[in-house]
């Protein structure tokens, strides 16, 4: 079983940047596609941006422009540059990876955007 780890998250000011990175135990990211989620308060987790092996992206248009995912595979990990934060985009964000008929989550690192 692969485990992944989120980190970069943190405190920042609204107009800030922040980049988060996900490592995976072992070489899983060459698989379908990888992606960072994110959950607030009273909210349901939803996708913030997707990459996928052919590296096609998309994004949630709450981001667009904003955000940027990418991957390293010779590392085994997966990074969001996040600009303009905004206090909306507070949240848990999680990193996550697709196989053939599962998925793998990360933890979680909190990212707060005061205002």
């Known amino acids: 079983q692969a485990q992944l780890v989120e980190s970069g998250g943190g405190l920042v000011q609204a107009g800030g940047s922040l980049r988060l990175s996900c490592t995976a135990s072992?070489?899983?990211?060459?698989?379908?596609?990888m992606g960072w989620y994110r959950q607030a308060p009273g909210k349901q987790r939803e996708l913030v941006a997707r990459?996928?092996?052919?590296?096609?992206?998309n994004y949630a248009d709450s981001v667009k422009g904003r955000f940027t995912i990418s991957g390293d595979y010779a590392k085994n990990a997966m990074y969001l540059q996040m600009t303009s934060l905004k206090p909306e985009d507070t949240a848990v964000y999680y990193c996550?990876?697709?196989?053939?008929?599962?998925?793998?989550w990360g933890q979680g690192t909190q990212v707060t955007v005061s205002s």
């Open positions: 072992k070489n899983i990211f060459n698989s379908n596609a």
């Open positions: 996550n990876v697709e196989v053939p008929l599962d998925a793998y």
């Open positions: 990459i996928t092996k052919d590296s096609s992206t």
